[in-house]
């Protein structure tokens, strides 16, 4: 299997976080996407490629082309204001607060753009933020390019990652919808329908408001019950897409502390869901901090349920990109994502057809 990466990642390293209010250390660390690559490097069945550049289309094709420009500009507003190393915003664009009195005009300090375009105090920026964003994108492109082409399956190592960011607004350590930039590209390549599972421990909040109201990408997620866990304000079971998109939405929830056993078991009903949107792609978020110690989650699995778990999602028998998103325990953050991969391969899968412009 194709394992599509690029080193621009390593330049978006920030300072520290800030969770409920406390400046932590970063999670989301250079770290995690070096222990991945170094893992599949070092297996024979995976090939590393580097990315292919697509400019910023793709992205303007899913995201308000504003947000993708400030981000272009964003460092460099934050410094001219005088602000410090890793940028974080204080102030954000709640709806409340002008509520009734029509949209305003956007601000024009660094630190106020930040809080304009930005939805938590998660999602840090420094100098190399932009880049790393930009070449994530790329990889999950030039995935999907292998696939489209071909390539039973490939796997993109994004970093960031992509699916907590909505259309027009940053945060949950995403910058740029790496997936959903990609499930439109391949519909635009000519994949009539495209199913995009997010298996990673949160709800893929981004994902799901981008593509609510289509009918042609469908958008499945396995995630922690969000009246427990971030995001908080989505990712409900009675969320399942509105207008032409109408039941192509669809969000199973996991209990605190779940176990490998019920796990299998709600990832088969998730897959009922894809398989029944007769997607000509599927496009996997997966996210590894469903593991049992990752730092940030708080589920039961084991390292074991991640083989089984790929595997079930190679029985769809349909072409397939396996995009990164979470993943904080760094000791098996690799290891997971290897047993998932060569999971996925244990079942042949047909190549996709072949694409027509559309
Ligand atoms: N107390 C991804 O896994 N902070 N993003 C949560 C919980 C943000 C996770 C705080 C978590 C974002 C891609
Ligand atoms: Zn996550």
């Not at 409340?96 to 375009?117: D, I, Q």
């Not at 922690?224 to 669809?250: I, K, L, N």
């Not at 078991?265 to 869901?273: N, P, V």
Request: with cysteine; glycine share 12%.
């Amino acid at each position: 299997m194709k394992v599509v990466h690029s080193d621009a990642h390593r330049r978006h390293e920030p300072a520290h976080e800030v969770q409920a209010g406390e400046v932590i250390g970063l999670y989301e660390v250079p770290a995690r996407a070096e222990a991945i690559r170094a893992v599949l490097a070092a297996d024979a069945t995976f090939h590393l490629v580097d990315p292919e550049t697509h400019g910023r289309a793709p992205i303007d094709a899913v995201h308000d082309p504003d947000l993708v420009r400030y981000l272009e500009h964003a460092w460099t507003d934050w410094v001219a204001d005088g602000g410090p190393t890793t940028a974080i915003p204080d102030t954000f664009r709640h709806p409340g607060l002008r509520a009734g009195m029509g949209a305003g005009r956007p601000p024009v300090t660094g630190l106020g753009r930040l809080g304009y375009w930005s939805f938590d105090t998660a999602t840090p920026m420094v100098e190399g933020t932009y880049g790393a964003a930009r070449a994530a994108v790329d990889v999950a492109l030039t995935a999907t390019d292998l696939v489209l082409g071909g390539e039973p399956a490939a796997y993109a190592l994004c970093r960031p990652p992509g699916h907590h960011a909505p259309r027009g607004a940053f945060g949950g350590y995403c910058f740029f919808n790496n997936v959903a930039v990609a499930a439109q590209h391949a519909r635009h390549a000519g994949a009539a329908r495209v199913a995009v599972l997010d298996v990673d421990y949160h709800h893929g909040n981004g994902t799901q408001q981008i593509f609510y109201e289509r009918p042609d990408v469908a958008f499945v997620s396995l995630h922690a019950d969000p009246d427990r866990a971030y995001p908080y304000v989505t990712g409900f079971a009675d969320e399942t897409g509105t207008g032409a998109g109408r039941g192509t939405t669809r969000n199973l929830l996991l209990p605190a502390g779940c176990d490998d056993v019920t796990y299998l078991g709600l990832l088969d009903a998730a897959l009922e869901h894809v398989d029944r949107s007769a997607p000509d792609l599927v496009l996997v978020s997966l996210g590894v901090d469903t593991y049992g110690d990752d730092p940030i989650g708080d589920l039961s699995l084991t390292g074991a349920v991640y083989g089984p778990a790929g595997a079930a999602i190679g029985s769809l028998g349909r072409p397939t990109v396996v995009v990164q998103e979470g993943g904080y325990h760094l000791p098996t953050v690799g290891a997971n994502v290897r047993s998932f991969l060569r999971g996925l391969m244990a079942t042949p899968i047909r190549p996709a057809p072949p694409s027509a412009p559309g």
